[in-house]
């Protein structure tokens, strides 16, 4: 059973959702709890051809959405974690990125990691869109970096219990 969307009372910046033809009759993305970072979104896969995933094979799944970010944030596209559970299905590029100027069709890099073929069938949620502040930096290039304690030590220098 599908719980009711929830309107939650955090009112955030607005983004534009345009639909295109083939994502018609599909509903809009929307936060499925109160607290939800964020929102599915669905295969807008024509409803007689399931776009079938083999076992390490990857595809481009169609949203049917064209986005209008607020120029300070981006779209991250994340996988939902019982389709990866279940089905090893995960975004490939996770976080995909979607940037504010992007005014193409968002769409979800799937991979299959299971070992069984994954159809994708319309209005499928498929991932996640979590929708993030970005801040662009300076780039001032500088002889040489600051001391610190850490150094350059990375990649497991303080231990690993
Ligand atoms: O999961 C994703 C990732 C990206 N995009 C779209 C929106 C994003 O703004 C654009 C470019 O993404 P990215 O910068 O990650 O890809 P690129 O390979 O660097 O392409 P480009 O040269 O177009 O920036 O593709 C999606 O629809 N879904
Ligand atoms: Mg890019």
């Known amino acids: ?79 939902r974690s019982g389709l990866a559970f279940k089905h090893g299905l995960t975004v490939l590029n996770s976080p995909g990125t979607v940037d504010s100027d992007y005014r193409g069709e968002v769409k979800v890099l799937l991979v299959n990691l299971g070992d069984e073929d994954f159809p994708v069938t319309r209005g499928m949620r498929i991932a996640q869109i979590v929708f993030a502040p970005v801040t662009q930096v300076t780039v001032e290039e500088r002889a040489l970096a600051g001391g610190t304690t850490r150094g350059a030590g990375g990649f497991g220098s303080t231990g690993t219990a």
């Open 1 to 79: 059973m599908r719980t009711a969307v929830h309107s939650s009372s955090v009112i955030g910046p607005t983004v534009g959702f345009v639909r295109l033809p083939h994502g018609e009759g599909l509903p809009l993305p929307a936060y499925e709890s109160a607290g939800a970072a964020g929102m599915d979104l669905r295969a807008a896969v024509p409803e007689d051809r399931p776009l079938l995933i083999l076992p390490g094979k990857r595809a481009l799944v169609p949203t049917g959405l064209v986005l209008e970010i607020p120029e300070g944030m981006e779209g991250q596209v994340r996988p």
